[in-house]
């Protein structure tokens, strides 16, 4: 059997959660502090820094649905990313960090949603014609997170190894 990953232990795997909330929420009281409500600040071109405040889930989907709702929902997604963290082989690298950086963001947004109500946002990419969603460092972690999985399953795919679903078969 393959060496096991960090991140499928406890301990270190609540040390880097521990690190991506305290990143994300020390942003997030800077922003709070320093940045106007909804004046872009640029950057560079095609990107700002743009405090906005997220009511929905992921781009405002569920918006207008009470806060304890929505809590509640993050909560259960959370939940059953832990669930899936947890099966997964322990040798599986990417996937233990994507879990992490999903598990990380989500709290980070969860943290928002339960003390204010609603999440801070404050990245915009955009063109003269177009922008993007504006998002927050909690967001980066899951996307890059969901990224890391998939990259899991790619290179567990190609090496020949075989997922719990392949053995229940």
Known sequence: MAKPTPLSRPLPALGLLALLIAADQAIKLWVEAALPLQQPIELLPMLAL??????????????????????????????????????????????????????GGAIGNLIDRAAYGHVVDYI??????????????ADSFITVGAVSIV???????????????????
Not at 63 to 89: D, H, K, M, N, P
Not at 125 to 135: G, L, M
């Open 50 to 103: 743009f405090r906005t405040y997220n009511e929905g889930i992921a781009f405002s989907f569920l918006a207008g649905q009470s806060e304890w709702t929505l809590v509640a929902v993050t909560t259960l997604i959370v939940c059953f990313v832990v669930y899936l963290w947890r099966s997964t082989a322990p040798d599986r690298f990417f996937a233990h960090l994507g879990y992490a950086l999903i598990v």
């Open 151 to 169: 990259l899991d399953e790619i290179l567990a795919w190609r090496q020949g190894r075989t997922t719990p679903k392949d053995q229940a078969e």
């Open 124 to 137: 915009l990419v955009y063109t003269e014609t177009w922008s993007f969603a504006v998002f927050n460092l």
